[in-house]
């Protein structure tokens, strides 16, 4: 069965850290480019950071300097490397690859 399985989101106070980790259940995502998306409430959701399968990452404006995205193959993980994190950050976070995107990690941005 393909799955993707987001973990690390959670509740972080302005300016913290959280890592998001998006594990593939076959290795054939290894040759696709993975991506992080969110979706805060009420708004559509959003491409944050995209990486192809050789490792050319990409960001959206908001997040650059702040965000890294990377993969292991060798794990077939994608992460998502989240820094001075903002309310504005709040969002369920999913990832995505080819046609098939996880369940999605709640992250929260608050004092």
């Known amino acids: 069965q393909v799955q993707l399985v987001e973990s690390g989101g959670g509740l972080v106070q302005p300016g913290g850290s959280l890592r998001l980790s998006c594990v593939a259940s076959?290795?054939?995502?290894?040759?696709?480019?993975m991506g992080w998306y969110r979706q805060a409430p009420g708004k559509q959701r959003e491409v944050v950071a995209s990486?192809?399968?050789?490792?050319?990452?990409n960001y959206t404006d908001s997040v650059k300097g702040r965000f890294t995205i990377s993969r292991d193959h060798t794990k077939n993980t994608a992460y998502l490397q989240m820094n001075d994190l903002k309310p504005a950050d709040t969002a369920v976070y999913f990832c995505?690859?080819?046609?098939?995107w996880g369940k999605g990690t709640q992250v929260t941005v608050s004092l």
């Open positions: 990486i192809t399968a050789n490792g050319i990452a």
């Open positions: 995505r690859s080819t046609d098939f």
């Open positions: 076959i290795q054939i995502f290894n040759h696709y480019a």
